[in-house]
């Protein structure tokens, strides 16, 4: 006998439908493809009633519950239809998709695979998943698929272009250009794509960056510029890139041609196109042009590398006889050749530039002229920004002098200069001495800034931009409460300007005023519901970061590591976000900016904010760690304790801390649950339930302290290696895991890149002080620990380490404060010096040096008061002095 | 000094920061990634001497193909500290520019809150906008928005001749000091 199963579609393995059912099933993907979920479920639901146990239905089924919203319930339907029809590749491609929505990368591509198993050319289920592979960055995955793709489908021309990014993003330049000239000689004469427009444009531009990425090819990419001339629109960008690859080549006539004509097409502002333009005057090499294509701001080639006094005059004359006369309106072209001026030339200069920008009033004047002054160091221009080396420099006393004169002018006869002809209006004077507050900002004379900005606010009160600064320096000088009263005046003069809005909070966060902070920012961002939530669905990383730190230092590590947690969400987000412009840039051929998108969010884990909120975390969670403080009453004191006995007490502790969160975390699900009923049946959007859920930070706590750290920094040495603070973060999680090796190497990274680092004199102390406790090694790891540590203490012995930092530190009385409080902690420690000469090193120059803030003094006092008798009068020296360096400064003691 | 140039990715979350000091209109990364992926040559930044971002455009061609091809200006703002000097204006020009070179726009619209005397200023008198319309409540908080635009000469074949403006009266003298 038959067996009756066989025809049954419920038998799975690819029996068909009957035809009716058939003809269903596909209204039934119809009404998916154009979104009537509600129709398409009707559909699936009409199928299932006769044939429950259809896997590709189930799956249909599934997919349409989870695009309305329903995961938990598609994820089920999905399953269930898999395992009824597992040589259907629809219920797999569909168990894919679902990973997708769910962002479980790896695992969507492994069910396409198994989907592709089946049915090896599915054009959908293939281009899924190479959307997949280049967001995971399987290039080499992605290169082959879209191979693959192209072979079934050569008539598209998206899956040309694919394939040739795919080859690009290998590194196959030149089967990329293949890929490219092949598709082009596939069209027809006078094709549409051939011509002028914006697709063939971005197309010429994107293969001619991958001829100039090619080994010494920028030969063939200036001849390609010209060939493709006519097609592209992007003027702008073809200029530049012939300018770039002229002077690469050294041909410096078309160079300048092309520079030239980037000027005349308005771009006069921008500092790198000069920096092109003085390459070409100075016949530099092609290494120095690639050096100035990457540097930011008003920084040129002229405040790069000192310049000859020659090299300056060719310079200043190109500028003052060309091009200040060709572009009369360019500001860049004026203000550059003052950085290439001196003497009295400068003097001028900067004098008639403070006239002009004085009675225009404008507030960022300081901060040009701040940027005039540089340092040579090694064959390099840098920027002072240290108090201590300001007011060294030669040039400051220029400016003061010129200001000073101008004020003691303004104040006798209401011009810059008694010989002046115009008298100036009368908020002239009020900007001289904003401008002359900003001056002693830069030095640090926090007083006499203040004293002219009250001046200023009783010539007229309601000058916004004088709070501001005023606001800044009380901070400065330790202020906080005056600065946000300060700021709470400025805002109150203009509540429509967001900027003040914001200063304020940022203000009051750095005050410990957390709940007055938000109050204030709320005026802004709360009219979309919950404050709270319009900034963290705005990604307001900002503010974020300062409530985080906010909290911590009032001990609330719970808000705290919730706050930092949003902003790694944030970069989570951004990472996820990037998946939906896979397939549009393909469309959209914009190849250059997607290509720079790729490698942006390759360190996207690199970025400021993200690395701020990575550090912040695990300095909680290692605080955390080394004290736990969790409930407050009933925890023991661990360091009274032997290492083995902290180990189990910290187990019980933690095991009790797990059982109370899970109760609130019960608790708390419930209420959620009878909220979502009470209210509105709408789906809540990911950011409610970020804020929402445990808002306390409760579960954070009580995750594994050294874990967390762990992973964090783990990212943060991937993905922000040349921050000395990732490998600082790296050593302090690693010598607390007893990772000897790992210790080690941080050490080595971060004396890379600033072996004057005062963390890391801290860390390699630390790491030799505890190196007779590490225990049992292998014999191999033993061996590299004995012969790669000594090079961290220049192959001395700990001590006359130690002795010589300190030696070498008094002798360079402009030493930093943190670097000489560091020292000055490890002399006493290791008993390499007394306490006496450990509060020298602080005392003596300490308040002279550089690094000198409120918050290192503030450092350097409580590590002279835990030095113990012997220093008691150290620290009342440090105290005046401190005092005297900031009188405005509530308390210090 | 400030140095305008045309963004690049690296410039997006700079941006997004400087919005959100600056204006009550705010927008995801997604949103200025969709920008600089579509239309990459309109969006510019302006770097302080340092090389942070004060001030930014942030623009797109709109896509109906019922209008005649024209730009968009989605978002632009400069932080206060880096005022009156010139930044909003040349930020505008060079996005401008290159709608009109790249893209072919014949115009550029924006919107701007009727209470915003500063911006209008900058847009009816040094950038030579006119008013278009008025949208009642186009701002979440309710306020109204002038729909404004600008033709640029090489390409303006559909700019309406000259019209009333829609019966406006603009009150007040826009304060200059806030510009």
């Keep these: ?893 | 000094m400030v140095n305008i140039r045309q963004a690049t990715v690296n410039d997006l979350l700079e941006m997004q920061t400087t919005n959100l000091l600056c204006l009550p209109e705010n927008y995801q990364m997604k949103y200025y990634f969709y920008h600089i992926l579509s239309w990459p040559q309109l969006l510019w930044v302006a770097e302080d001497d340092f090389g942070k971002v004060v001030g930014y455009v942030l623009a797109k061609m709109e896509e109906d193909e019922s209008q005649p091809k024209h730009g968009h200006i989605t978002s632009l703002s400069v932080i206060r500290t880096h005022r009156k000097r010139g930044i909003a204006t040349a930020l505008m020009r060079r996005s401008q520019r290159e709608m009109e070179d790249v893209f072919g726009a014949e115009y550029v619209s924006l919107h701007v809150r009727k209470s915003n005397k500063a911006a209008f200023h900058l847009y009816s008198v040094t950038l030579a906008y006119e008013v278009n319309d008025v949208e009642k409540g186009y701002y979440a908080d309710g306020e109204d928005a002038y729909d404004m635009r600008c033709y640029f000469e090489s390409n303006a074949k559909s700019r309406p001749p000259a019209k009333e403006m829609a019966g406006l009266s603009i009150e007040g003298k826009p304060n200059a000091n806030k510009a």
């Excluded at chain 1, 002077?247 to 097409?265: Q, T």
């Excluded at chain 1, 010598?735 to 890149?753: C, G, N, P, T, W």
């Excluded at chain 1, 835990?866 to 002095?881: D, F, N, R, Y």
Aim: with cysteine; aromatic share 8%; proline share 3%.
């Design chain 1, 1 to 893: 006998m038959a067996p009756v199963l066989d025809n049954n579609p419920q038998a799975g393995a690819g029996r068909p439908l009957p035809k009716k059912e058939q003809d269903m099933f596909r209204t039934l993907q119809k009404h998916f493809d154009t979104k009537q979920y509600k129709k398409a479920l009707k559909q699936a639901d009409a199928i299932l009633k006769k044939f429950p146990k259809h896997g590709e239905t189930l799956a249909m089924k599934g997919l349409t519950l989870s695009s309305t919203g329903k995961g938990g319930e598609a994820q089920a339907c999905v399953k269930e239809g898999l395992m009824n029809d597992m040589n259907s590749h629809m219920c797999w491609h569909v168990f894919g998709l679902l990973h997708r929505n769910e962002r479980n990368y790896n695992e969507a591509i492994k069910a396409y695979k198994r989907a592709l198993r089946i049915d090896n050319s599915n054009l959908n289920i293939l281009r899924d998943l190479s959307m997949l592979q280049i967001q995971m960055r399987d290039l080499i995955g992605f290169e082959e698929t879209r191979a693959t793709i192209l072979q079934l489908r050569p008539s598209l021309k998206i899956h040309w272009m694919a394939l040739a990014l795919a080859k690009h993003q290998t590194g196959e330049l030149t089967g990329a250009i293949e890929v490219i000239d092949t598709y082009l000689r596939t069209l027809n004469e006078g094709s549409e794509e051939l011509g002028r427009c914006i697709e063939s444009s971005e197309l010429a531009m994107y293969k001619n960056r991958i001829l100039a990425e090619m080994p010494n090819n920028y030969d063939e990419a200036l001849h390609h510029l010209d060939v493709c001339e006519e097609t592209v629109v992007d003027r702008g960008a073809w200029l530049f890139s012939k300018a770039e690859y002229s002077i690469k080549l050294r041909d410096f006539a078309r160079g300048r041609e092309a520079v030239m004509a980037m000027f005349d097409r308005g771009m006069t502002e921008d500092y790198r196109i000069h920096s092109m333009y003085m390459c070409i005057l100075l016949d530099v090499d092609a290494d120095l042009c690639d050096k100035v294509l990457g540097l930011r701001g008003s920084q040129t080639l002229a405040s790069m590398v000192p310049l000859t006094g020659n090299q300056k005059k060719v310079l200043r004359e190109a500028y003052e006889l060309d091009l200040q006369v060709r572009y009369p309106d360019s500001y860049a072209a004026k203000q550059i050749p003052i950085t290439f001026l001196d003497g009295e030339a400068f003097r001028f200069a900067v004098d008639q530039l403070c006239r002009k920008h004085l009675s225009q009033g404008v507030p960022s004047l300081c901060h040009e002229l701040h940027s005039f002054l540089w340092i040579e160091r090694d064959d390099s221009l840098l920027r002072p920004n240290d108090p201590v080396d300001l007011r060294l420099h030669s040039l400051y006393k220029v400016y003061t002098d010129v200001v000073d004169g101008f004020i003691s002018s303004l104040a006798a006869s209401s011009k810059f200069a008694e010989s002046d002809a115009d008298e100036e209006p009368q908020t002239t004077i009020l900007w001289a001495w904003y401008l002359r507050a900003g001056l002693h900002e830069l030095v640090a004379e926090y007083v006499d800034a203040v004293i002219l900005l009250n001046k200023c606010i009783e010539h007229t009160p309601d000058a916004v931009d004088v709070y501001l600064l005023k606001a800044r320096i009380l901070y400065k000088s330790g202020d906080c409460s005056g600065a946000v009263e300060c700021i709470e005046k400025g805002r109150e003069l203009d509540k429509q300007d967001r900027y003040m809005n914001n200063e304020t909070t940022r203000y009051m966060l750095l005050a410990g005023m957390e709940e007055e902070a938000m109050k204030i920012i709320s005026l802004f961002a709360k009219h979309e519901g919950n404050s709270e939530q319009n900034l963290f669905e705005m990604q307001c990383s900002w503010y974020e970061l300062e409530m985080a730190a906010c909290c911590f230092k009032k001990q609330d590590m719970g808000r705290s590591l919730k706050k930092y947690a949003a902003v790694l969400k944030h970069f989570e987000d951004i990472r996820d976000d990037q998946f939906d412009f896979h397939g549009y840039c393909l469309k959209k051929v914009t190849f250059r900016s997607y290509v720079d998108m790729l490698r942006f969010e390759d360190s996207l884990f690199g970025q400021e904010y993200y690395v701020k909120a990575a550090l912040g975390t695990i300095h909680i969670y290692l605080v955390l760690y080394d004290r736990p403080i969790i409930s407050e009453s009933d925890e023991p004191d661990y360091s009274l304790m032997t290492s083995a006995e902290r180990k189990k007490a910290k187990a019980i502790a933690r095991k009790k801390k797990k059982a109370s969160v899970k109760v609130e975390a019960d608790v708390h699900e419930i209420s959620e649950a009878n909220g979502n009923h009470a209210k509105a049946p709408s789906a809540k959007t990911e950011a409610t339930s970020f804020i929402e859920i445990d808002p306390l930070g409760k579960d954070l706590l009580a995750k594994d302290p050294l874990l967390e750290a762990s992973k964090l920094s783990a990212v943060l040495v991937y993905s922000a290696p040349r921050n000395i603070d990732s490998w600082i973060a790296r050593y302090d999680v690693a010598i607390r895991r007893k990772k000897v090796m790992m210790s080690l190497q941080s050490l080595y990274k971060a004396r890379s890149i600033d072996p004057a680092n005062a963390a890391l004199f801290t860390r390699t102390v630390d790491f030799f002080v505890k190196r007779p406790f590490f225990g049992n090694l292998s014999d191999q790891s033993q061996a590299f620990v004995d012969e790669a540590a000594p090079t961290l203490l220049n192959d001395k012995d700990l001590v006359v380490f130690i002795q010589e930092a300190a030696k070498a530190a008094s002798t360079d009385e402009l030493t930093a404060l943190p670097l000489r409080v560091a020292i000055a902690k490890a002399l006493v420690e290791t008993k390499a010096g007394s306490v006496v000469d450990a509060c020298a090193l602080i005392v003596d120059c300490g308040i002279k040096s550089r690094g000198v803030s409120v918050d290192t003094c503030s450092e350097a006092l409580s590590v002279l008061k835990s030095l113990g008798s012997g220093a008691e009068q150290a620290t009342k020296m440090w105290i005046a002095a401190v005092k005297a360096q900031f009188p405005l400064l509530p308390t210090f003691e």
